[in-house]
């Protein structure tokens, strides 16, 4: 296991914890026995993955935090970030790209596709990346007893699956770990209805540090009745993290399901604003 995922597993593991404990408000030193640390070790190790300490996380991942960001999307520190001031900025609609696959390449399970995957390390855990010779068509966070071929194999029954790690899989592992600046646009080449691709392109456009919910998503598509339909769409995202659906919570501010776990998402959301805050308080 790779020191990303073992670091990960432990922080996954103390959010967990904390948010089944988080009435009684356990302290530094009962979440770090937790997850078998030091409170030292543990605090160390929080700040290296998160930039931050544990307890201003908690402030990023709590219900009126979110709720502050849903009423005032266009606060201070997004409003830095979205006007590309901090050499970091890479919203993801200027460098992500949509392609459609072939209404060919869609009914025939991809029997004209030749698909390279490789596992990549990433802050948030491991992740299957799979390619075609268009763009990225898959990546998704997987677990240890996970197999990512046959995730592919039922996706695209009829492609040729070929393990093989491709630059572009490494690049995917650099943006998500947030280790370099993408200087040209990704393309994904993905396989959906007209009204999911809708939803994704409009996921794309969220930038890291705020959140919709899925009824803003509605209206911004034009279909301001389809919250629930929004809502399927964004579950069956077939690229993890790149189309940001993990930015997409519910009205109340809860932060709601996600198809690679709920923790993961509070991990990531929480990340993101403490690199976001981080970044400000460089700027300022």
Same mark, same amino acid.
Not at 53 to 67: D, E, G, M, V
Not at 95 to 107: C, L, N, R, S, W
């Given at each position: ?17 904390? #948010? ?9 030193? =009962? !979440? *770090?026995?937790?997850? /078998? ?9 929080? $700040? =290296? ?14 219900? $009126? ?14 409003? &830095?970030?979205?006007? %590309? ?11 992500? /790209? !949509? ?9 025939? @399970? ?11 390390? &990433?802050?948030? %855990? ?8 268009? %763009? ?23 492609? $040729? ?10 690049? !995917? ?18 396989? %959906?209805?007209?009204? #999911? ?15 919709? &919910?899925?009824? $803003? ?11 629930? *339909?929004?809502?399927? *769409? ?18 109340? @501010? ?8 709920? !923790?993961?998402?509070? *991990? ?11 970044? &400000?308080?460089?700027?300022?």
């Amino acid at each position: 296991m790779s020191e990303n995922n073992l670091n990960y597993n432990r922080i996954a593991k103390a959010l967990a914890y904390i #948010q089944a404990n988080f009435k009684r408000q356990p302290s530094l030193e =009962e !979440i *770090a026995a937790h997850v /078998h640390l030091s409170p030292f070790h543990f605090q160390r190790l929080f $700040q =290296e993955w998160a930039g931050t300490t544990p307890k201003k996380f908690l402030q990023y991942i709590s219900l $009126q935090y979110a709720k502050q960001i849903l009423q005032d999307s266009k606060s201070t520190e997004i409003a &830095t970030f979205e006007t %590309g001031l901090s050499s970091t900025s890479r919203l993801h609609e200027l460098f992500v /790209h !949509i392609e459609a696959m072939t209404p060919a390449e869609y009914k025939n @399970g991809g029997a004209s596709l030749e698909i390279n995957y490789s596992i990549q390390s &990433t802050l948030f %855990g491991e992740v299957c990346v799979a390619s075609t010779s268009k %763009g990225i068509c898959h990546v998704s966070f997987i677990d240890r007893d996970e197999n990512a071929l046959k995730t592919i194999q039922s996706l695209f029954p009829n492609a $040729q699956i070929i393990y093989s790690e491709q630059a572009l899989h490494q690049e !995917i592992e650099d943006f998500i770990n947030y280790t370099s600046k993408i200087n040209s646009p990704i393309h994904l080449h993905l396989k %959906g209805t007209s009204f #999911q691709l809708k939803v994704w392109e409009a996921l794309l456009k969220i930038p890291q540090g705020k959140l919709k &919910t899925y009824g $803003q998503i509605a209206h911004e598509i034009g279909n301001p009745k389809s919250s629930r *339909a929004v809502g399927t *769409a964004i579950g069956s995202n077939p690229i993890a993290y790149l189309i940001p659906c993990h930015r997409v919570i519910q009205t109340s @501010g809860l932060f709601g399901g996600y198809m690679w776990g709920p !923790i993961r998402k509070t *991990a990531i959301i929480g990340w993101e604003h403490a690199t976001i805050n981080s970044i &400000t308080d460089e700027i300022i």
